[in-house]
C-alpha cells in the first residue's frame, strides 16, 4: 500500500509559479503511474496531469497543457508538478494520486484508476 504525501502548495499571483511534490512511501513505491487531480470549492475532482510508472509518457488536461509539467524521480519516490503561469481559475486543492501497475509506458486520466490518494495541498491565485 503506498502512502501520498503532497507539498508546495501556496497563494501566490497570477502569473507566478509554484513547484508541488508528492512523496510516496510503502511497499515498492516506484511501480505506480502516477496523476494530479484538482478540486476547486463546489466543483468535482478533475484531472490536471499524469505520468507513466517509466515517466516517459506523460498526459495533460487541455486546461493545463503548456503551462504545467509533470515529472517523477524514482530514486526518491516522489512525483513533481511545475506549474507556470498560475490563473486564479487554478485555484485549488491539489491530490495526488498512485495506481499499481506492471507496465511502465501507460498513464491514466480517471478517477477511479487510482488506488491510493494523497490528503492534498492548497494553491490559491490571486488576480
Known amino acids: 500500500q503506498a502512502q501520498l504525501v503532497e507539498s508546495g502548495g501556496g497563494l501566490v499571483q497570477a502569473g507566478d509559479s509554484l513547484r508541488l511534490s508528492c512523496a510516496a512511501s510503502g511497499r515498492t513505491a516506484s511501480n505506480y503511474a502516477m496523476g494530479w487531480f484538482r478540486q476547486a470549492p463546489g466543483k468535482e475532482r478533475a484531472f490536471v496531469a499524469a505520468v507513466s510508472w517509466g515517466g516517459g509518457s506523460t498526459y495533460y488536461a487541455d486546461s493545463v497543457k503548456g503551462r504545467f509539467t509533470i515529472s517523477r524521480d524514482n530514486a526518491k519516490n516522489t512525483v513533481y508538478l511545475q506549474m507556470n503561469s498560475l490563473k486564479p481559475e487554478d485555484t485549488a486543492v491539489y491530490l495526488c494520486?498512485?495506481?499499481?501497475?506492471?507496465?511502465?509506458?501507460?498513464?491514466?486520466?480517471?478517477?477511479?484508476?487510482?488506488?491510493?490518494w494523497g490528503q492534498g495541498t492548497q494553491v490559491t491565485v490571486s488576480s
Open positions: 494520486a498512485a495506481r499499481r501497475v506492471s507496465n511502465r509506458s501507460y498513464y491514466y486520466t480517471r478517477l477511479d484508476d487510482y488506488d491510493y
